[in-house]
């Protein structure tokens, strides 16, 4: 079973930017990748996904600040936070379900892997 683990996840000031990495145990080119976040008293939701031929997917509360990729050779998938606002506050978790080509609508249910959070406060 692939594992995955996230780090990068900081304390820091509205507009400012922080980069989160998920590393995985395994080759993760067969996969769909995605980010979630998880809000103080709120329900977790979909970030961002990559597919395996690599298109992206953003939710519509992060698209133009917010950048997901990732580098099979290491096995790490990345997202790139930018313009940082308060109501980015969140846990946010990486996630996997193995796909042959695209990924599937970014809700939890559709995916199975997932890594245990890394804490992101935004500060205004």
């Known amino acids: 079973q692939l594992q995955l683990v996230e780090s990068g996840g900081d304390s820091v000031q509205a507009g400012g930017s922080l980069r989160l990495s998920c590393a995985a145990s395994?080759?993760?080119?067969?996969?769909?990748m995605a980010w979630f976040r998880q809000g103080p008293g709120k329900e977790r939701e979909g970030v961002a996904t990559i597919a395996v031929g690599g298109p992206t997917y953003y939710a519509v509360s992060v698209r133009g600040r917010f950048t997901i990729s990732k580098e099979n050779g290491k096995n790490t998938l990345y997202l790139q936070m930018n313009m940082l606002k308060s109501e980015d506050t969140a846990m946010y978790y990486c996630?996997?379900?193995?796909?042959?080509?695209?990924?599937?609508?970014?809700?939890?249910?559709?995916?199975?892997?997932w890594g245990q959070g890394t804490q992101v406060t935004v500060s205004s």
């Open positions: 996630a996997a379900t193995p796909r042959a080509w695209s990924c599937p609508p970014l809700v939890t249910s559709n995916f199975n892997i």
């Open positions: 395994a080759y993760t080119g067969n996969y769909c």
